[in-house]
Every structure is written in structure tokens, then in C-alpha cells.
Nanobody
Framework: QVQLVESGGGLVQPGGSLRLSCAAS????????VGWFRQAPGKEREGISCISSNDGSTYYAESVKGRFTISRDNAKNTVYLQMNSLKPEDTAVYYCAADPPPHYIPLRTMCVTTGGFHGHWGQGTQVTVSS
């Protein structure tokens, strides 16, 4: 069965850290561009971080740059999002998505454009930052 499963969300205090995992099954994730997206209540879904399939290039939204780090572990068929210095405004449901090759548009464009990621999406994991 082809699927992406996010895990690692939860409740954390401001300034804390979480590591989200995006595990793929039924397909090989290393040839896919992978992105992390989030949607807060009443807001549009936004692309916050993406990683390419070929050269490992990354994109970060300004709102998370310097605090979040995206990485791959191809042996585990998993992509991670390390989130540090969390703020209440980071509260959202976090989704990962995997876009199959070939990729003709820049990674940043894929990440920030609605519909930029095709292919597989996970069900989401809730992240709540609150004291």
C-alpha cells in the first residue's frame, strides 16, 4: 500500500522542540521531492520547507528559517523536520507530501505554490505550541 505517514507531533511549550517524521511505504522516497506544509485554523495551507530529490537542496519559508531543518534518511525511507524554538504561531496541522520526478520547476516554486506538489500526501500530525 502506497502511503505517507507523519508522526512526532504533540503539545510543546514555547521555545521547545519537536521532530516530525514522514515515513513512506510502498514506494521509494529518495527519488521524490518532499515537502512539509502546515495549516492553522482559519488559514490557508502553507509550504514551510521542502527538499529536492537529486542534489539535496532545500527551501525554508521565512517564518521558519533558522529554526526548522529538513533532512532525509534514505535508508529509512523517511524525511524529517526538526523544529526548534517553537512559537505559538507554529501551532497547526503539519502535512508531508512527496512529488514524483521529473521536476521542471524550481523547488521553491513547488513549495509555495498551491498545487505545486502532486503525488502522495500524508494525513497530518497536530503540533500545538502553548504554555
Amino acid at each position: 500500500q502506497v502511503q505517507l505517514v507523519e508522526s512526532g507531533g504533540g503539545l510543546v511549550q514555547p521555545g521547545g522542540s519537536l521532530r516530525l517524521s514522514c515515513a513512506a511505504s510502498g514506494f521509494t522516497l529518495d527519488i521524490y521531492a518532499v515537502g512539509w506544509f502546515r495549516q492553522a485554523p482559519g488559514k490557508e495551507r502553507e509550504g514551510i520547507s521542502c527538499i529536492s530529490s537529486n542534489d539535496g537542496s532545500t527551501y525554508y519559508a521565512e517564518s521558519v528559517k533558522g529554526r526548522f531543518t529538513i533532512s532525509r534518511d534514505n535508508a529509512k525511507n523517511t524525511v524529517y523536520l526538526q523544529m526548534n524554538s517553537l512559537k505559538p504561531e507554529d501551532t497547526a496541522v503539519y502535512y508531508c507530501a512527496a512529488d514524483p520526478p521529473p521536476h521542471y520547476i524550481p523547488l521553491r516554486t513547488m513549495c509555495v505554490t498551491t498545487g505545486g506538489f502532486h503525488g502522495h500526501w500524508g494525513q497530518g500530525t497536530q503540533v500545538t505550541v502553548s504554555s
